[in-house]
């Protein structure tokens, strides 16, 4: 940098009036400005140019001086000053901070200063609570009383961290910005002020119960509506029950995160539910009924038909688990699984022979028919 005269830099003609200048820097300025364009070193080095443009002809006396030794000339007088900062003790530096306190009045960086203050304003945590249900809690949905220790507002101070009666002051190092600006080359820093942490005052008289902070280590007790049909993965959200902010801050949410016991008979498969009932040979075979107890605790009627096999299947409507923020229903599906009968009397175990000598195959069981007929055919007899 430092060939092109500043007239050129800033687009200004010679004659350009003070009021031109400053306009056409701060078009500049607005556009090449580091906060805007972290990291893009052209327009980094275009921005360090308009300024550097801007201070020279801003000042009458710099600009006469400009105006009579030429942009040469200039330059090398003034290239034995530092750069940025500490410019006001020479002639030709400049403070870049003051030319933008005094251009723009502060406006830049206050984005950042709101955001500074903002993230201060620290809110609660979150509070994940595992909250373990029955099967039959899951299906009628359940008020449940939760207790467990989080910070909570000080009853001392109700929040604000001060002891009674005394006042927040602003704080001294940042004038109660609650940041600090400093240069670093020719750019302007700014940081969250230390002393006050960006709340921008401090508490000179700290409450004592909670050392300032505004919360306290406390017990809660809350009751949760769990609704009907909560699954393994469903989280409950109970907004403003977490843990207190600091200061007064905004309170984290509570997050109930449910999870579904094992049940002893049933298993459930969405909104729908499975029971496997053992049925006896007799039964299968004959045809019969048989009692089974739904979720909701009523026993439901399922009819067998004669020659039923296991695996099959009853489908009982909306005698399944209850649907989350519906009326609806999902099915209870009744699985039958024959059971063989073990430690026959002699009685049974004649009747059993007598009755293997009457079975047919092909009638009785085609199962086993087509089976065996299949064998038959793949090993070619
Ligand atoms: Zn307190
Ligand atoms: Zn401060």
Do not use: W
Not at 41 to 61: G, I, R
Not at 94 to 114: L, N
Not at 259 to 271: L, T
Not at 321 to 326: E, G, H, T
């Amino acid at each position: 940098m430092g060939n092109e005269d500043y007239y050129s830099i800033l687009g200004v003609s010679k004659n350009a009036s003070a009021e031109e200048i400053k306009k056409a820097y701060r078009k500049l300025a607005i556009k090449y400005h580091p906060d805007k364009n972290p990291g893009n070193k052209e327009y980094e080095e275009k921005f360090k140019e308009a300024t550097s443009a801007y201070d020279v002809l801003k000042d009458p006396q710099k600009k006469a001086t400009y105006d009579r030794y030429g942009h040469e000339q200039y330059r090398q007088q003034s290239s034995s000053s530092s750069y940025g900062g500490g410019g006001t003790s020479s002639g030709f530096g400049f403070d870049f901070s003051d030319i933008f306190e005094e251009m723009f009045g502060g406006a830049f960086g206050q984005g950042t200063r709101g955001k500074t203050a903002a993230s201060q304003k620290q809110p609660g945590s979150d509070i994940r609570y595992n909250l373990e249900l029955s099967l039959e809690q899951a299906f009628s949905g359940e008020k449940i009383n939760l207790k467990f220790t989080t910070l909570v507002i000080c009853d001392k101070c109700h929040g604000n961290g001060s002891e009674m009666g005394s006042k927040p002051t602003a704080c001294p190092t940042c004038g109660g910005r609650g940041s600090v600006r400093y240069q670093q080359g020719f750019m302007t820093i700014e940081q969250t002020c230390s002393t006050c942490n960006g709340e921008g005052s401090i508490n000179s008289n700290p409450c004592k119960k909670c050392t300032g902070s505004g919360r306290v280590k406390g017990e809660k007790n809350l009751e949760v509506v769990i609704p009907a049909g909560v699954d393994n993965d469903s989280r409950v959200r109970i907004a403003g029950e977490g843990e207190a902010g600091f200061k007064g801050a905004s309170p984290g949410d509570l997050y109930v995160f449910v999870s579904v016991k094992h049940h002893k008979i049933f298993r459930r498969s969405g909104s729908d539910i499975y029971i496997t009932v053992p049925v006896s040979i007799g039964k299968a075979a004959l045809g019969g009924e048989i009692s089974v107890p739904s979720i909701d605790g009523v026993l439901q009627t399922v009819k067998i038909p004669s020659g039923t096999q296991t695996g099959h299947q009853f489908r009982i409507r909306n005698k399944g688990m209850s649907v989350i923020q519906s009326k609806n229903k999902g099915d209870m599906i009744v699985e039958v699984s024959v059971e063989t009968p073990v430690s026959l009397s002699k009685k049974q175990k004649e009747l059993l022979e007598e009755f293997e000598s009457a079975h047919d195959e092909k009638s009785n069981t085609p199962e086993t028919f087509s089976f065996l007929k299949k064998i038959k055919e793949f090993l070619g007899k």
